[in-house]
């Protein structure tokens, strides 16, 4: 074992310069800073990118002497958030400073025991030893990983390389398959690759917004503000069971039935059929099935929709009314379609109706999943989890082919199969197939669905390691050994936003006391396992990216034509695809002083670039498909004991998921209630005899969560929501997952309400 070199470096490395480009601009420090103290007056200021959302708002960090970062302010030139940031985004900096940092790795000698500090070289061996002990008793793939969305591209290849190419296990997945496992699918199948067509200019220039199952105002504010920029007057519909902020700030609120979206969606085909609102031309040209498709939806008549759906003909009729006559519509969708028992048709069925009408590939128009964690994209690409390493097939002997050459590694070592998907790896614990667990960057003791099961299964592990910043998530407390990361702002990489564009999240600020990237852990790790050779040209995350480049060639997402991270930030970020083509076709662009540094005279690609203005999709023959399923019923739903349908989702934009990182900033708890709050009718209030602020309790058949009522028209009679930001809420929800990407429904089960005596 070859590890203490590397250590050596990687913890000397952490003392060194913050950043490679700091660039001297002392006039653009008057502004917004107040009064800074003389030592930490800004000297320099670099532009990042937000680690909350998918949005990927560019942030103007400014340094001190020592490039650490001082504060921030949003970037007014960058083409995502034009000067804007919401509340997440301006308090990014605080979570980096929160007492409860784990600052050493941490290691539980025996069950019941304290997790007390040990040394990195202890944590590493400890690591190595428990998991080969598991491997040669229980066979290569009786270890597993859960990561996420919100690491850097770099790290996320890194670690699904790692695992399955070096330390020779199967199965890994992430927390992208709570959220957006459906969209990759569904595209996947629909499109030929998981290829999200839009571009935020795409919120400016519809004439019909058509939002179903999102909810932007609090999930993607600064999205709501691309819309709120739109000129044109747009029809805006939100689909949503509940009046949410955006459905209240929308010209059509369609308050439909939980889960009857597909029904709702197919009724829609049905009518603009009937009405011969189709746009044959492109339905010829450019899809196939439509035909079964179009005969599927005769039997979604208005009358049995509106009976299915409990929307009634008048607003189903003037939908179809906006679909048809506006000029440019375009769909939009988020976790109350990705989420859901049939999930997967759901989203089809709205890609459907964009194929017929053929609203794609032009401005302000197309079937557009929003994604949700900053790197969700990234993850989709490049976890290697789902699909091979840059979208390619696990099962396809050519494709590993190609990936082990890009790689320069044996084509033995590429699985050739996919490995479980999430709800799959905790069901192999409960069998005792797999018995230790790898877990970064999520808090699965939270956010998994029916926690009661998810918490019994994680204690069921011989050994659990979780790789956090915080040594307090629910997940961390329950692990063996906890590896101390460092967080977005202590290191550097790609992150990949909703629209496609790769942009540079930089390091500003060192990592606390033992606390190391991601990356460097990986790389720690795959030294003490022995399989350092494997992964030595990956050696830094910029040379990683130009291994990820490589992949990407001929791929849909290619991006070759991005140089390094310097044109990456020269250039308002890069949507791909970017082939060398789309850069050599582009005039040399004047440079900025950043690019004066490192990037002379790197062309721009165009800044804002949709797919398929060709009509041309990547499966194929070219066609997109039309796919569609009969509907079927919610798995769970209300009866005398349970009569209410619980919705759960985003409480506010101060709040992230589970809280770890926003929980930590004075300002946005302010901004937030700090108790769990539910939502509920005042018919049902008035009839359970609760007021707002008296306390109830939520019942499942799983499981009891304490709220404060808070009494409102927004929720429907007969529905409650309660944010998922708070522990308990899980504990409620019913394990029923879709068929096809495996994503948990986290919105619908059956639940009765009670206040507190
Ligand atoms: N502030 C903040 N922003 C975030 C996040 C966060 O935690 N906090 N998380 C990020 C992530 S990872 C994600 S995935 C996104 C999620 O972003 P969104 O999906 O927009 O947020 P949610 O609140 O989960 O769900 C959206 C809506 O789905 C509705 N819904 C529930 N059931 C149904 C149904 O059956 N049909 C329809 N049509 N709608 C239904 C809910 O009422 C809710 O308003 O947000 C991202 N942004
Ligand atoms: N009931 C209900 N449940 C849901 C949902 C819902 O709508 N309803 N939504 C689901 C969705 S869409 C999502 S995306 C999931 C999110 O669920 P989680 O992924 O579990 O939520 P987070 O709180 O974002 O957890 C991320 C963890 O990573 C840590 N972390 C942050 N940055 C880094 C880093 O750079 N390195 C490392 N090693 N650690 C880091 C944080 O401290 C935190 O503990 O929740 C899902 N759960
Ligand atoms: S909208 Fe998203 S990316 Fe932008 S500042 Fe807020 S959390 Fe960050
Ligand atoms: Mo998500």
């Known amino acids: 074992m070859n590890t203490l070199p590397a250590l050596d470096n990687l913890l000397h490395a952490r003392t060194g310069p913050m950043t490679t480009e700091l660039v001297q601009r002392p006039a653009a420090f008057g502004l917004g800073l107040g009064r800074v103290p003389a030592r930490l007056a800004p000297v320099a200021t670099t532009n990042t990118v937000c680690g909350f959302c998918s949005t990927g708002c560019s942030l103007r960090v400014h340094l001190d002497a020592e490039g650490q970062a001082i504060n921030l302010s949003a970037d007014p030139d960058y083409p995502v958030n034009l000067g804007m940031a919401c509340p997440k985004g301006w308090e990014a900096l605080t979570p980096l400073a929160a007492p409860d940092r784990a600052t050493t790795p941490l290691l539980r000698t025996a069950r019941g025991a304290p997790l007390a500090p040990v040394d990195w070289p202890t944590a590493l061996a400890t690591f190595t030893d428990r998991l080969q002990s598991i491997q040669r008793d229980h066979g290569p793939h009786a270890i597993a990983f859960l990561s996420t969305g919100q690491i850097m591209t770099e790290e996320m290849a890194l670690l699904g390389a790692l695992f399955k190419f070096g330390l020779g296990a199967l199965h890994g997945d992430s927390n992208t398959r709570q959220c957006m496992a459906t969209s990759h699918v569904a595209y996947k199948q629909s499109f030929g690759f998981d290829a999200p067509p839009f571009t935020y200019a795409d919120f400016e220039e519809s004439d019909a917004l058509i939002f179903i199952g999102a909810n932007p105002c609090i999930a993607h504010p600064i999205m709501w503000q691309r819309v709120m920029m739109n000129r044109r007057q747009p029809e805006i519909v939100v689909v949503d069971p509940r009046a949410t902020e955006t459905a209240q700030a929308a010209t059509l609120h369609v308050a439909l039935r939980p889960k ?271 399989c350092g050779d494997r992964f030595r040209a990956w050696s830094s995350p910029e040379a990683t990216f130009q291994i990820l480049k490589k992949l990407s060639a001929g791929q849909p997402c290619d991006f070759t034509g991005i140089r390094d991270y310097a044109h990456l930030a020269d250039s308002g970020g890069i949507q791909w695809p970017c082939p060398v083509s789309a850069v050599a076709a582009s005039a040399p662009t004047p440079t900025s002083s950043d690019a004066q540094l490192s990037a002379p005279n790197a062309p721009r690609p165009a800044q804002q670039r949709r797919l398929f203005a060709d009509g041309k999709f990547f499966t194929p023959d070219a066609r997109a498909h039309f796919h569609f399923d009969a509907p079927r019923p919610m798995p769970e739903p209300p009866d005398a004991d349970y009569p209410f349908i619980l919705l759960t989702g985003r409480g506010s934009s101060a709040q992230w998921h589970t809280g770890s990182r926003t929980d930590k900033s004075a300002v946005l708890r302010k901004l937030a209630p700090t108790v769990l709050t539910a939502e509920i009718n005042p018919d049902d209030a008035t009839r359970l005899g609760v007021a707002t602020g008296e306390r109830v309790t939520v019942r499942s058949r799983r499981g009891t969560a304490e709220a404060i009522a808070l009494v409102t028209p927004t929720v429907q009679p007969g529905q409650i929501f309660l944010p998922m930001h708070f522990g308990t809420v899980n504990q409620l929800t019913f394990p029923s997952f879709d068929p096809h990407s495996r994503q948990p429904s986290y919105k619908a089960c059956a639940v009765a309400v009670a206040p507190v005596a």
């Not at 011969?276 to 009358?303: E, K, L, R």
């Not at 006391?513 to 720690?524: E, M, N, R, T, V």
């Open 260 to 530: 009857s979206d597909l029904t709702f969606l197919y009724g829609l085909a049905h009518l603009l059929i009937a009405r011969g609102a189709v746009n044959p031309a492109f339905i010829a040209a450019h899809t196939s099935n439509y035909d079964a498709f179009a005969a599927f939806v005769t039997t979604f008549t208005p009358a049995h929709t509106a009976a299915e759906t409990g929307i009634s003909l008048a607003t189903l009729h003037r939908l179809v009314d906006i679909i048809a006559t506006r000029e440019r519509v375009s769909f939009w969708w988020t976790m109350g379609v990705n989420q859901s028992h049939e999930a997967t048709r759901t989203a089809q069925a709205i890609i459907n109706l964009a194929l017929m009408t053929g609203h794609i590939g032009r401005p302000g128009t197309g079937a557009n999943s929003i994604t949700g964690q900053c790197n969700a994209m990234g993850s989709r690409l490049f976890g290697n989890a789902t699909s091979l390493l840059g979208g390619y097939d696990t099962t396809n002997a050519a494709h590993r082919a190609h990936v082990a050459a890009t790689l320069g590694l044996d084509p033995a070592l590429i699985p050739d199969r996919p490995g479980y998907a999430y709800d799959q790896i905790l069901d192999a614990i409960e069998r005792g197939e797999i018995r230790g667990l790898w877990v970064i960057a999520t808090n699965t003791a939270h956010s998994w669905i029916n926690q009661s099961r998810a918490r019994d299964l994680l204690a069921k592990l011989d050994f659990l390691v979780v790789q956090d910043m915080y040594a307090t998530t629910e997940t961390a407390q329950l692990a063996d050994l906890v590896l101390p990361a460092a967080g977005w702002g202590e290191k550097e990489g790609i992150l990949i936003n909703s629209e496609r564009r790769l942009a540079v999240a930089k390091k500003v600020s060192r990592a606390p006391g033992q606390a190391l990237s991601d990356f460097a852990i990986f790389k720690l790790v795959a030294e003490a396992w022995g």
